[in-house]
């Protein structure tokens, strides 16, 4: 089965540092993963996609890495503000059309 | 930027009632999805559609279900018999084509059945 995890649920970080929020999937073949951010309440905001041929994307602070060999990806979030609290999900196609999404992280930056 | 809309954004109802959800697409897109979201779980697939017909659906999209594009540009979800556990935030996403490209969601509709 195509199951997609974030480890962990929760993060608290002091303002000002830099991150890194962790998605793993259980079949490589994946066609794309996404990563967006969920404010509470509120409706779902893409950040970043990366293609199964690439390694990382950027987007002004945000950072995010594909290793589809191991499963893994990271988005890392650059000198974190109160702004960016918000829980973060990961998404990944696995070749058809639908998106399969992770638990999410919450992250909470600490003025 | 071009943005999905979704109408309403909170609706209640009673348990056995129909509801209608819609979605307006990103104009030129032609892939549409509804998603759902338990409080508290995952989002979750429900539904794909494409060229005027459902391209896949998942477990939960039973013959309670059903979607169209009636009009050429609105999206909807028809849930005919609504029950306890349908209450959820339900988002829709379009894409513009085949391939790569990022499905971009709506704010969502909050269904509260009781």
């Known amino acids: 089965k195509q199951e997609v995890t974030q480890i962990p649920a929760a993060l608290s970080v002091p303002e000002g540092e830099n991150l890194v929020l962790n998605c793993s999937f259980t079949?490589?073949?994946?066609?794309?993963l996404q990563w967006f951010r969920q404010d509470p309440g509120k409706g779902l905001t893409s950040l970043l996609l990366?293609?199964?041929?690439?390694r990382e994307q950027t987007s002004g602070r945000l950072n995010a890495s594909l290793d589809k060999s191991s499963g893994r990806s990271t988005l890392y979030i650059a000198a974190s503000q109160p702004g960016d609290s918000a829980t973060y999900l990961c998404?990944?196609?696995?070749?058809?059309?639908?998106?399969?999404f992770g638990t999410g992280t919450r992250l909470t930056i600490i003025p | 930027e071009p943005e999905v809309t979704q109408t309403p954004s909170h609706q209640v109802t009673q348990m056995g009632q129909e509801v209608i959800l819609r979605c307006v697409p990103i104009s030129n897109h032609l892939y549409f999805y509804w998603y759902r979201q338990i409080l508290g779980q995952k989002v979750e697939f429900l539904v794909s559609?494409?060229?005027?017909?459902?391209?896949?659906k998942s477990e939960i999209f039973d013959d309670q279900f059903s979607v169209e594009r009636p009009d050429g540009s609105n999206f909807t979800l028809k849930i005919r018999s609504t029950k306890l556990e349908d209450s959820a935030m339900y988002f829709c996403a379009t894409k513009g084509g085949r391939g790569v490209e990022t499905q971009y969601f709506g704010p969502g509709t909050r269904l509260l059945v009781l």
């Open positions: 998404a990944v196609l696995f070749g058809n059309e639908k998106l399969t």
């Open positions: 079949d490589s073949a994946i066609y794309n």
């Open positions: 990366i293609q199964s041929s690439q």
């Open positions: 559609f494409y060229n005027n017909e459902i391209s896949e």
